[in-house]
């Protein structure tokens, strides 16, 4: 049989061991046959009485204890048959087990079945040395059973056993099942100690979320009358594809007061939907003019299919805008007429300078505005020259250190000048620097190539094209030939390569006068189509 090791403490966590020991000294009254559990290793649990042969002899005096304690150990090898111990006692053990576990053994000992052997117990005495008298008189106490009468009670001990492993079964069982609730009355505990954790964490992200809700209510609140006040035009767009055919189309969600008090409202609209995925890929704003009105459209993607067009009416700023460049453009024109009163020569190396350096500038594709400033700052960028002597500027010969040195003043009496216009512009920074070469050697701050913007350095290479190539009061014309050399020379050294590349191409190309550069720039800023509104 299957043993496991359970200890007298645990077995009576098992057992009611108070009750089996009322119980089975009750049995012993009525049998007289004393009965012990025992446990698998061999000891005592519980005993009834016990016959006074074993208790004075058998169990503590020299050999025969040691053969009790022998046969006690071995008691799991008799299984359910009455056998004789080694002092020729008769005994009978029935297994007691928890499942298939064997845990203790019920045995009956200390009886015989027929009249004692007298010779062989006194074998026994004589080894041991006791009181023969005595040892007489408790052997002829030993009880002697028929066979009849011990398998009634052995038949008696069975069933007394089943009704024990049937308590057995049912206390383990109630026993498992109080562990099993315990351990679930703990995962319960645990898991509602993690519920009110979770529940404390949801009532402050559902407080949170209040605070937010809230705060989104008013700022919704707050941007849905920011917009509907404000003066600009503003409508969401659902964007969808067309049914059967390739392409999207667009349905107005919502927009402003404003939107619907702009003029030309059905034009509008339709450059709004015509242009809508073009203002969203480029990113930028796009202007466009109805009829004598001007327009300025923005869009940011809301959602996959939701866009907010913003429409702003710049007419007003437009006409500023215009008159201001009239003014811009009337007032270079003046002082280009003040230059002619002052020295004639310069007056019309200026316009010469502008033609090339504008179509220079229009060949390296520069903006717009870079082109308009490269041809303004041309225009003006010997305006310094009207305060050096017209002996000085007319000289046939050449100048003198002292001569060149007061020439040189002339880029700064123009920074003087033209420092308190707001051209919008960076017209001064190129007159400025029109003198300045890459490498540093230039005039008046030696700046070098980074520091150099791209329009100075293309009216440096015209500039100085224009002035070998035009008769000056001290020598003739030097021609073109010697132009274009000198400059290749210089190219990468003195002056930008990409600019020395234009000005010797546009010098050979169909030559423009300066109505032709004027009637380019009107154009152009006439074409509000895809500019930026911070170009305008």
């Known amino acids: 049989m299957?043993?496991?090791?359970?200890?007298?403490?645990?077995?009576?966590e098992i057992l009611d061991l108070e009750f089996l020991d009322t119980y089975i000294n009750q049995i012993y009254t009525f049998t007289n046959i004393p009965i012990t559990i025992l446990d698998e290793e061999g000891k005592i649990v519980i005993a009834s009485e016990w016959i006074d042969l074993c208790k004075k002899h058998m169990r503590t005096n020299g050999i025969t204890s040691l053969k009790c304690n022998a046969a006690c150990s071995k008691i799991n090898e008799s299984g359910h048959k009455i056998f004789k111990c080694p002092n020729g006692l008769c005994m009978y053990s029935v297994p007691i087990k928890i499942g298939k576990d064997v845990v203790a053994y019920l045995v009956l000992s200390q009886f015989l079945m027929e009249k004692p052997d007298i010779e062989f117990f006194c074998k026994l005495f004589e080894k041991e040395g006791?009181?023969?008298?005595?040892?007489?008189?408790?052997?002829?106490?030993?009880?002697?059973?028929?066979?009849?009468?011990?398998?009634?009670?052995?038949?008696?001990?069975?069933?007394?056993?089943?009704?024990?492993?049937?308590?057995?079964?049912?206390?383990?069982?109630?026993?498992?099942?109080?562990?099993?609730?315990?351990?679930?009355?703990?995962e319960l505990e645990a898991s509602?100690?993690?519920?009110?954790?979770?529940?404390?964490?949801?009532?402050?992200?559902?407080?949170?979320?209040?605070?937010?809700?809230?705060?989104?209510s008013t700022k919704e609140k707050r941007y849905r009358v920011l917009i509907e006040k404000m003066k600009q035009g503003t409508l969401v767009l659902k964007k969808s594809k067309k049914k059967n055919t390739e392409g999207f189309e667009y349905q107005i969600l919502e927009m402003n007061p404003a939107m619907k008090n702009l003029k030309n409202k059905k034009e509008l609209f339709e450059f709004v939907i015509q242009n809508v995925d073009r203002c969203l890929n480029k990113k930028q704003k796009l202007l466009d003019?109805?009829?004598?009105?001007?327009y300025e459209m923005e869009c940011t993607l809301l959602a996959d299919t939701e866009i907010m067009v913003c429409v702003t009416d710049i007419t007003e700023v437009y006409e500023k805008l215009n008159i201001k460049r009239k003014q811009m453009w009337e007032l270079v024109t003046a002082m280009g007429k003040l230059v002619e009163k002052r020295d004639l020569y310069t007056a019309d190396h200026q316009k010469k300078v502008a033609i090339l350096a504008t179509k220079m500038a229009i060949e390296l594709k520069l903006s717009d505005r870079q082109i308009e400033s490269v041809y303004i700052a041309s225009m003006l960028h010997d305006i310094g020259k009207i305060s050096i002597p017209a002996e000085i500027l007319t000289k046939p010969d050449k100048l003198t250190n002292i001569e060149y040195e007061l020439m040189k003043?002339?880029?700064?009496?123009?920074?003087?000048?033209?420092?308190?216009?707001?051209?919008?512009?960076p017209i001064t920074e190129i007159v400025m620097q029109h003198h300045e070469r890459i490498d540093g050697s230039g005039y008046p701050e030696h700046l070098t190539e980074e520091n150099i913007i791209m329009e100075a350095k293309i009216v440096a290479v015209a500039d100085v094209y224009e002035a070998i190539t035009s008769h000056r009061p001290y020598r003739p014309s030097l021609g073109c030939e010697y132009a274009r050399k000198y400059l290749d020379e210089e190219a990468g050294i003195l002056y930008d390569i990409s600019a020395v590349n234009a000005c010797k191409k546009m010098a050979n190309s169909v030559p423009w006068e300066i109505e032709d550069v004027e009637k380019y720039l009107r154009m152009k800023t006439s074409e509000m189509f895809e500019l930026q509104f911070d170009s305008v």
């Open 130 to 186: 006791e009181d023969k008298n005595q040892f007489l008189s408790d052997l002829s106490s030993i009880p002697v059973v028929s066979n009849t009468r011990i398998q009634e009670v052995i038949s008696f001990l069975d069933n007394f056993v089943l009704l024990l492993h049937n308590m057995i079964e049912k206390k383990v069982e109630t026993k498992e099942l109080e562990e099993e609730i315990v351990q679930n009355y703990e």
């Open 2 to 12: 299957k043993k496991t090791n359970v200890t007298k403490q645990a077995l009576g």
């Open 192 to 216: 509602y100690q993690d519920i009110s954790g979770l529940n404390e964490q949801l009532i402050l992200l559902n407080s949170e979320l209040n605070l937010k809700n809230n705060m989104i």
């Open 289 to 294: 003019h109805i009829g004598n009105m001007f």
């Open 409 to 425: 003043t002339h880029v700064s009496n123009a920074n003087d000048i033209l420092r308190y216009i707001n051209f919008a512009l």
